[in-house]
């Protein structure tokens, strides 16, 4: 193999056309076209071209390796190692959800237990929940620290949480833009390049995934989201960096509020070790206890736990997100006083249904667009949004509602919101006479094979 790729490389039209006609793709021909999308070298319609012939004609593992290397490669990937911590840099990513806080109590759990964090967050996307939305709601939280100040918070606290700056995987920025208007998103292989690309470039020794499946899940079918999690379990363990990938229920909210203080203020419930065995703290606790394993913290599952457990009913987890919020500007006294500064919205009502029930199914997606119809979430990429809004106390698969029971509590900007709102809300869960349970809440899990 060449180590001057480019020196070597096919024209981009050739490598279309062994695509276009089912032929394998060299791993150093994947490097050099991938390097000049990220150089502009190669044109939109080049690009596009490309992804609709992989989303027609699939890749091989080999193949996505290459394209997820060549895309984390394809700007800065973070160094750790100048920095001498004592413990592995672990992260998380999520096809992302509704009520999905779970990142929020992870990542400072975690460090409270010895794994270093450096967790780059997006913006709520479509109808699911972003966690640097969520943060925002804290006064002062500036999630774009430069990059030194970004390592020295990793270091000083175990944990940061932050948005993409900088030179992170820019091949994946212009091919996911064209893919966006080219009918290429729903590709397997697409999708975990361009995921992994970017969570790899952070320099990680261990990655968990979570893969919703559901109402509310990123992917359409659960085959195809078990499929996803699998390809990126192996991909990102073949790149190099051993992934753990879970399945996960998203039928329902997974906490029972969606918005972005009032996940907030759930957050700050959790990690004071109250509900410690909801279903988001499940969840949280099963992908903490991956990251633990592989970042060789704990021996085993029991081990994991144990720590974990002492983690939280010692404070040391919401001590860990404390200092997370003052480091990165947010008020030092944020946990003893979130009231004094989370936004609260104008109108609070409880949603009532329609008839009395028992909750049997959630379309979860339709909550999710509920919250971001409030002002909760964005319509378009620049728009700026209400951090007070969305739902609290929303019911779960299995519980009973009636005239006195409210589905949910809405908090809105105004009456006409909360109405719409309150109407989307009983559209979105059936009510019937039989009693209901949830699906399993932890589906499946892939460990990834080198
Ligand atoms: N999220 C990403 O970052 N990339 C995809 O392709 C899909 C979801």
């Given amino acids: 193999m060449s180590t001057n790729a480019s020196h070597h490389a096919l024209l981009p039209q050739e490598l279309i056309r062994l695509k276009r006609d089912g032929q394998p793709l060299p791993a150093e021909e994947i490097k050099a076209f991938v390097q000049g999308i990220a150089d502009d070298r190669i044109s939109d319609a080049q690009i596009g071209a490309f992804t609709m012939a992989v989303f027609l004609n699939g890749m091989s593992r080999e193949e996505v390796v290459a394209l997820?290397?060549?895309?984390?490669?394809?700007?800065?990937?973070?160094?750790?190692?100048?920095?001498?911590?004592?413990?592995?840099?672990v992260d998380k990513h999520s096809t992302g959800g509704v009520g999905d806080l779970v990142s929020l109590v992870l990542g400072p759990w975690v460090a409270a237990c010895g794994a270093f964090v450096p967790m780059i967050s997006g913006r709520g996307l479509g109808h699911t929940g972003g966690t640097l939305d969520k943060l925002e709601s804290i006064p002062g939280y500036a999630p774009y620290p430069a990059p030194e100040r970004f390592s020295e918070v990793?270091?000083?606290?175990?944990?940061?949480?932050?948005?993409?700056?900088?030179?992170?995987?820019?091949?994946?920025?212009?091919?996911?833009?064209?893919?966006?208007?080219?009918?290429?998103?729903?590709?397997i292989p697409l999708i975990t390049a361009s995921i992994l690309g970017k969570k790899l470039a952070s320099g990680l020794d261990a990655l968990v995934m979570d893969v919703k499946v559901g109402s509310g899940a990123f992917m359409p079918t659960p085959e195809k989201s078990r499929e996803l999690a699998k390809s990126i379990a192996n991909v990102a363990t073949q790149a190099g960096t051993p992934t753990t990938a879970l399945l996960t229920d998203m039928s329902q909210p997974l906490a029972p509020c969606a918005g972005n203080a009032v996940e907030i203020v759930e957050t700050l419930t959790l990690l004071r070790?109250?509900?410690?065995n909801s279903r988001v703290m499940q969840v949280t606790r099963e992908l903490a206890v991956e990251m633990l394993i592989a970042g060789k913290l704990a021996a085993n599952r029991e081990d994991a736990l144990a720590q974990l457990e002492k983690a939280l009913t010692s404070g040391a987890a919401a001590e860990v997100f404390a200092r997370m919020v003052r480091e990165l500007g947010g008020p030092a006294d944020f946990m003893e006083r979130s009231n004094n500064y989370l936004a609260t919205a104008p109108v609070i009502q409880a949603v009532y249904p329609e008839q009395s029930g028992i909750v049997q199914r959630f379309d979860t997606r339709a909550v999710g667009m509920s919250v971001v119809e409030l002002g909760g979430g964005r319509l378009r990429n620049d728009a700026s949004i209400d951090h007070s809004v969305g739902f609290s106390d929303i019911v779960a698969i299995g519980d009973h509602v009636d005239s006195q029971r409210p589905l949910a509590i809405v908090h809105a900007r105004s009456e006409e919101a909360a109405a719409r709102a309150a109407a989307q809300l009983r559209a979105a869960i059936t009510l019937g006479a039989e009693t209901a349970d949830a699906d399993t809440l932890l589906q499946e899990t892939f460990r990834g094979e080198a």
């Fill in 154 to 187: 990793v270091k000083s606290t175990g944990v940061a949480i932050i948005g993409q700056t900088g030179n992170l995987a820019p091949a994946d920025k212009r091919i996911y833009g064209v893919r966006d208007v080219t009918a290429t998103v729903e590709s």
């Fill in 68 to 89: 997820t290397t060549a895309t984390r490669d394809s700007g800065h990937v973070m160094r750790w190692d100048a920095l001498n911590l004592h413990g592995p840099i």
């Fill in 273 to 276: 070790g109250e509900r410690s």
